[in-house]
């Protein structure tokens, strides 16, 4: 049986462990028989999520593991990054808008308000961190698609926004340790994604920049609302 041409040849991907650029992800020999690629700098496969289920890497990602991450961001091709914003989006609108309602002080017209309110503010953060995110991509590589890269790997930093969504229903959106919690995990799977994006940075650098630019995205449509 002869080996077939390579039928992963993206460009931009990337060992999910050591971060060095490889060739292929797998060889594959038949339709039911591939290999996986061995990363020339580690030894280790290139990436061992194309063998994974979806819900394990979803896992992974709840369990901020850089490699899944790496995974994400530069070894894979879905096509559902503007809907997983739409999402997200209403997540977060949710999430603030559901503060606003619980204070009883509102008409329905004022809440139908609010909502709409709270939905273009969260519009307005995600495009925040978005556009620091991307001025910080352009000082490091100027092209089209370490941009559209940088864009899709910051939306799918944001979900854990949908985790406020399941809070809020179970009753514990109020509570303190909910509150740091979900605030902490935000910023780390942002730091995360651009670990994965960057990987020739310092942990201090990248840490450094999520958290300065995360922190205006929040600040800012504070002082607006």
């Not at 009883?104 to 503010?121: A, Q, T, V």
């Amino acid at each position: 049986m002869g080996e077939k041409k390579d039928e992963d040849k993206w460009k931009n991907l990337r060992c999910v462990n050591c971060g060095v650029e490889a060739p292929s992800l797998y060889r594959r020999f038949s339709k039911e028989i591939i290999k996986l690629t061995p990363c020339e700098c580690c030894g280790e496969a290139v990436d061992q999520y194309v063998e994974y289920d979806i819900v394990l890497i979803v896992i992974h990602l709840v369990l901020l593991y850089l490699p899944a991450y790496t995974h994400i961001v530069h070894n894979t091709r879905y096509k559902v990054y503007p809907r997983l914003a739409f999402l997200f989006i209403l997540c977060m609108t949710f999430d603030r808008w559901y503060q606003r309602e619980r204070s009883g002080l509102e008409s329905i017209l004022d809440l139908e308000y609010g909502f709409y309110e709270c939905f273009f503010l969260s519009i307005f953060q995600m495009g925040l961190f978005l556009i620091f995110s991307l001025l910080v991509a352009h000082f490091s590589s100027f092209n089209k698609e370490q941009l559209i890269l940088t864009a899709n790997s910051v939306i799918l930093g944001y979900f854990g926004s949908v985790a406020t969504v399941v809070c809020i229903v179970y009753g514990v959106r109020d509570t303190l340790y909910y509150r740091i919690l979900m605030l902490v995990f935000l910023y780390a799977s942002q730091i995360q994604v651009h670990r994965a994006l960057f990987p020739s940075r310092s942990f201090l650098l990248t840490s450094s920049l999520v958290i300065i630019g995360k922190s205006l995205s929040l600040f800012i449509p504070s002082l607006i609302q």
